[in-house]
């Protein structure tokens, strides 16, 4: 299953953690998913979604 969210398709970001020294190696941040049982029309289904998607309202959860 792909690291993405499935509102705004936010997914991992790629870059390098430099130290103290100037050495660099890569790495990867993923985004903060959570599961969540959402209405969507007339039923509910889960779903992964970013954090920042249901702050913002983006997702109405299922009661």
Same mark, same amino acid.
């Not at 790495?27 to 969507?40: F, G, I, Q």
């Given at each position: =299953?792909? =690291? *993405?969210?499935?509102?705004c398709g936010k997914g991992p970001q790629y870059g390098n953690v430099v130290s103290h020294a100037n050495n660099t190696r890569r790495?990867?941040?993923?985004?903060?998913? *959570? &599961?969540?049982?959402?209405?969507?029309g007339s039923?509910? *289904?889960? =779903? &992964?979604v970013c954090t920042g998607c249901i702050r913002a309202g983006k997702v109405k959860k299922a009661a």
């Open positions: =299953m792909a =690291m *993405k969210c499935e509102i790495r990867r941040w993923n985004p903060n998913l *959570k &599961r969540v049982r959402a209405a969507s039923n509910t *289904k889960q =779903m &992964r």
